[in-house]
């Protein structure tokens, strides 16, 4: 089955590390994108990738990083300069021209004390 | 800038009740909307969208939605819930079709169906 799969399903991390968030995809989008999760606050743009090797920021890319070495995967590191890491993550993709109509993965809890 | 306004936060009903959930935007150019709903601790996923043509659109699980261009509301609606409907529900808006066209979401709002 098609579909994009996030791991892990729950992380805990201590405070001062870095940590990448995974997301694969083998539905051939080209678009994928990353989003935050705030309770009360709907989701909000990290960055969106159109090709790989190439990427965008979005609303709130501060003290976060992505790649895009391969059209099927779309990492996100949050780093330590990262103010308020706790969140739900979640990864999507798309076709180009259907922006819109998002495919999301199950997401990722973090937790940082 | 465009913008989403959910204009409620929760809304509780009792099974087999009409349903309907608010969204309102903001945009100074056409728009593509959809509604996405997001079961607890999964991911989202597409119930509906317009791009063109009916205003009137139907997705999955029964639901529809009344895209009313004079008062900018996406209205979601379902005659008849089920228990199986209690999740969280977003609107959306785009500007565009390309994935440079940023996909802006409302807040959300908790359906509950109690028996």
């Known amino acids: 089955d098609g579909g994009i799969t996030q791991s892990p399903k729950y992380l805990f991390r201590k405070e001062g590390q870095n940590v990448t968030l995974s997301c694969e995809q083998n539905?051939?989008?080209?678009?994928m994108y990353w989003y935050r999760q705030d309770p009360g606050q709907g989701l909000r743009l990290i960055y969106y990738?159109?090709?790989?090797?190439?990427?965008q920021k979005g609303d709130i890319a501060e003290g976060y990083s992505v790649s895009r070495e391969k059209k099927e995967s779309f990492p996100l590191t949050v780093t330590s300069a990262q103010k308020n890491p706790t969140a739900f993550y979640l990864c999507?993709?798309?076709?180009?021209?259907?922006?819109?109509?998002?495919?999301f993965g199950p997401g990722t809890r973090l937790t940082v004390t | 800038a465009q913008s989403v306004t959910q204009l409620d936060s929760q809304v509780p009903v009792f099974e087999e009740a009409p349903v309907e959930l608010r969204c309102n935007y903001s945009s100074s150019v056409s728009v593509y909307l959809f509604w996405y709903v997001q079961y607890p601790n999964q991911g989202l996923q597409l119930l509906l969208k317009y791009l063109s043509g009916s205003t009137l659109v139907k997705g999955i699980n029964g639901f529809e939605a009344e895209f009313n261009k004079s008062q900018t509301s996406f209205h979601l609606r379902k005659p008849s819930v089920h228990i199986s409907d209690t999740a969280e529900y977003f609107c959306?808006?785009?500007?565009?079709?390309?994935?440079?066209?940023?996909?802006?979401f409302g807040e959300g709002t908790q359906l509950t169906v109690n028996p």
């Open positions: 959306a808006v785009s500007e565009g079709k390309t994935s440079g066209s940023r996909l802006t």
């Open positions: 539905l051939n989008h080209d678009a």
């Open positions: 999507a993709s798309s076709i180009l021209d259907r922006a819109g109509e998002q495919y």
């Open positions: 990738s159109q090709i790989v090797n190439d990427f």
